[in-house]
Every structure is written in C-alpha cells, then in structure tokens.
C-alpha cells in the first residue's frame, strides 16, 4: 500500500497523508491519488496538455505567448544568457510592456522574473545587465529578483571565487508563466537552449489554477530573494530577513513558511473545488459538457507540483519519487532520464533493490554541458563517466544487467539537458506518468537547489501517445552502455579525476 510506503518517509515539514482517496470520484480509477495528500492536485482535460519535442519549438510558442499577454508574465529559471536570442526574448516583453502602457494606464500586465543571483550576476555583461533596461524604464511594471542560497555566507562568500561560487547551492526552477498558461521544462533562457541543447518541455494550455499556483511559487521564492534596482544594485524585501548577512536559522524558517503557505493554500482550494465539482450536480461527461457548451468537462489527467528545496526543509520532491520508484512493480518499466548521470545513493538503491525494469538514459561526454570547458569544468564529463562505470559495475556484479539499461544520447552539435521520468505499468505500452522540470536526481537537485517539477497522471489515450513518442524519439538517439563503452578511448578517466570524484560530486 502506498500508505505504508509512504510512513517512514514523511517528514513533519510536509503535510501529513491523513485522507484516504476519494473513491466515489472519477479520478478514483488512477492509483496515484496519494501524491494529492502532499500537494495540491489540479484535474485538467487533456487537450490543455501539450508536449514539446525541439528548442526552436521552445522558444517560438514563449515568444508567440509574450507578445499575446495581458495580464502577467513570470519567468524563473538558472540565469539568462547575454546572446542575441536572449535580447531578442527580452524585445519581445519591452514592445508588449509597451504595448500594455498604450492600451490602458496604469498597465494591468505584470512581469515577474526569478533568476540565481550567482548565476546571474557572473561577467561583466550578464543577466541582471540585460534586464536593467526593463527595470528602468518600467518600474511599476517589473519584477526581477535574484535568489541567493543561505549557504554561501561569511568567509565562505569572500573565498569562494566567481562560477566556484555555484557549487553551493541555486535557483534552479525552470516555469515560463503567460496569463493562464504554463511551460514546465529543464531549459534555462539561453541561446544554446533554443537551438541545440535538446531538454523536455511541456505547455499547460489554458489552466488558471495551475498558473495561479506556479505565481505564487515565484512570488514566494522571489520575496526571499533579492530585489534588483534600477541601479544594479540588490535590497532585500521590506520584513525579510537576509538571505546571506542575517541569522541563516531565521531565514530558512521565513522561506519555509513562505513557501508551505502557498502550497497548502492550493491544496484546500483545490480540495474545496474537488468537492464542488465532483459532489455537487454539475458533474458532466466530457460529451455532455461539449454538447452544452461546458467548459468544464471531467477531468481525465491530474498534475501535482513537486517542490525540493532542502535548505528550507521542503523536500516534497524527494518523497514522491522515492515512493514511486519503490511502489514500481515487477513488470513495470521506468525511463528515467538526466543530462548529468549522478544519483543519490537513496534514488540508486531503490533502482538496484526494486522489481521495475530500468532505462535509464544520460549523456555521452561528447554531449555533456561540459564538454571541451576550460580549465577544471572540462574535467567533469569525465568525472560523470567514472560515475557511471562504478553504477555498470554495481549493475552487473548483482546479475541485473537485463533489468536496469543504461542508454548513451548523443547527436551530433548538440547537447544534452533533458531530466525526468516516464511510468509504465505492467502490461501497458503506454506511460500513464510522467515527471516533468528541473531536477536532475542528482544530490545537489535533492539537497543544494531550489527545484521544482510535475507529475502528470493521465488516463487519455492521446496525451499517453505524446509522451509514449516523447521519450521514443529521446532514446532512439541513444547506444546501449556495455563493457565495451568503458573501454574506448574517449572514456579514459585519468587517476587524479577518479580520486577526486568522491570529493566533489556533491557539487555539480
């Protein structure tokens, strides 16, 4: 039972699974109703629901949504880049910012923009450089805040040097937000993730709960970070306590508190909605709600936002995941897939100890972020071999070469981003599950960042096939890793990386 599965992970900083699911709604059909005991669950048809395959994609339908916004854009993610198709995407909200002010004044659209203050602050030109010129000609209008880990403090800050300084902890949630309509990837807003840098991204079309719950996310996690001037300068919020100079104890309990308010705010609206809808009279097929003109018919996929942020004791994420790679029975396939291959011990022993077939796909060093870095960055491609030979090695010493695969993605010019998971139950040729957004199942998205994705459970045949052929078209670029792999040339780890390996994958 995933009840009793569940127990021994709880912690008293997440809400409790006290309610049994509701087995008279339609949604009772679907066994991962206990994830909504953790977090607001949001029931949408599945037509709202669309998955994305390409960068250029990507970055086409944000362009397209800015231009057509009129009420709020909020974008967070790691940084954004300093290149022509990032002042592009930054054109395109200064005409619409413009475009608001001609239409009506005072201006109803609101743009909110959640950025990492190292990431973001690293060069000369940089991030925050790009987007002063928004700040300053629209002050009212505009929002950038910049996240800054309560880890990075003291002699710590003053040591640690510029790009070293990331190691420590980031922002790393990846929501591009437009009205009522929200884009969930692992893509960051830079050139190379709109090119050639393949990642997952999938658009809820449509959906005002789920967008009100991701800006109030951003909200939260924005009022506890920085706020960036007209003047390039940083203040922290009026209240707040500081994220680096103030009591780390009394910051990390305000953050907490900002985001659980949030979440368990969603979560009874959600439930208060849930009552109406499915024990009131208004309750209609999807047939009878076309046929009257509803626009509200029978949900037929559920999604669930997933918050890690352990800093703050939120480690919502981590359970869900936990739980459902131990619930995956024998029969059922996992794909789980990261651009860096570098697991928990906890996520490894449950691929190792459970019953599930694994395929677990990851980057070849050629297309590791990486790759061809200057000094010891370029080292870590093959830092994440070595990890990956110890995890083959420990796969086959326990004879379970045939159940868990490990599969290479590589393409020529490109690289590799994309994270997440698809859940096929025994006997189905299709996922009725996926998770979605920034976590890479590594110890820093579980311990360091601030991260965030979703489940989505769905029971329509139609979106199952867009994610079925989702993860197809990802692993039909892969090779299958054997002891022949390790042996080739390129996958020579020189001694100095293999001791310094344990030292540091904490880190990256």
């Known amino acids: 039972s995933p009840w009793l599965l569940l127990a021994p992970l709880l912690s008293p900083t997440v809400p409790q699974a006290t309610s049994p699911p509701c087995c008279l709604c339609p949604e009772g059909v679907h066994r991962f109703q206990w994830i909504r005991s953790l977090v607001p669950e949001f029931g949408v048809c599945s037509s709202h629901v669309r998955v994305l395959s390409s960068p250029a994609e990507f970055f086409q339908l944000m362009k397209g949504q800015i231009k057509v916004a009129k009420r709020r854009v909020v974008m967070a993610s ?27 004044f005072p201006s109803d659209l609101k743009v909110s923009i959640l950025l990492d203050f190292t990431r973001g602050s690293r060069g000369k030109k940089n991030s925050r450089t790009m987007l002063l010129p928004l700040l300053q000609r629209f002050p009212e209008q505009v929002r950038v805040s910049l996240f800054h880990t309560p880890d990075l403090r003291g002699i710590l800050r003053l ?18 937000l437009f009205d009522n309509s929200v884009i969930l990837s692992g893509a960051n807003l830079s050139d190379s993730y709109f090119t050639n840098r393949q990642d997952r991204y999938v658009f809820l079309q449509d959906c005002a709960e789920i967008a009100d719950f991701f800006t109030e996310l951003v909200d939260a996690v924005g009022d506890v970070s920085l706020q960036l001037q007209g003047d390039n300068t940083v203040q922290v919020v009026d209240g707040m306590v500081h994220p680096y100079k103030g009591d780390r104890a009394a910051y990390c309990k305000a953050a907490h508190k900002r985001v659980m308010d949030v979440i368990h705010s969603a979560r009874t609206r959600q439930q208060m909605l849930h009552a109406q809808t499915f024990h009131g009279d208004s309750l209609l097929t999807q047939e009878e709600a076309a046929a009257a003109g509803d626009r509200r018919p029978a949900p037929d996929t559920w999604i669930y936002p997933l918050i890690q942020m352990k800093p703050f ?32 011990q906890a996520y490894m022993d449950l691929v190792l100890g459970t019953r599930a077939e694994y395929q677990i796909l990851l980057a070849s060093p050629e297309v590791n972020g990486f790759f061809g870095a200057k000094g010891v960055a370029g080292a870590i491609p093959a830092a994440y071999v070595h990890i990956e030979r110890q995890f083959y090695s420990e796969v086959c010493s326990l004879g379970q070469q045939e159940r868990v695969q490990l599969q290479e993605y ?24 996926t998770l979605i957004g920034s976590p890479n199942f590594g110890y ?8 965030a994705q979703i ?44 001791m ?7 880190f990256f």
């Open 313 to 344: 004791e939120i480690q919502i994420d981590e359970i869900v995941t936990e739980t459902l790679l131990t619930e995956a029975e024998r029969g059922a396939r996992v794909y789980l897939t990261t651009g860096y291959f570098n697991l928990t």
């Open 410 to 433: 590589w393409r020529r010019g490109w690289t590799f981003h994309a994270k997440g998971l698809w859940l096929y139950l025994a006997g189905s040729s299709l996922p009725c599950l």
């Open 455 to 498: 489940a989505i459970v769905t029971e329509s045949r139609s979106l199952q096939q867009q994610l079925h052929q989702e993860q197809e078209q990802l692993y039909l670029r892969s090779g299958v890793v054997s002891s022949a792999t390790f042996e080739q040339p390129s996958r020579q780890v020189k001694l100095w990386v293999k």
């Open 444 to 451: 820093r998205s579980v311990h360091r960042d601030l991260e």
């Open 78 to 104: 790691l940084y954004l880049g300093t290149g022509p198709l990032e002042q592009e995407l930054v054109d395109c909200l200064e005409s619409t910012l413009e475009e608001s002010l001609q239409a009506k």
């Open 500 to 506: 310094v390996t344990p030292l540091i994958k904490n």
């Open 159 to 176: 040591l640690v040097p510029e790009r070293f300084n990331e190691t420590i902890g980031l922002q790393h949630i990846k929501v591009y």
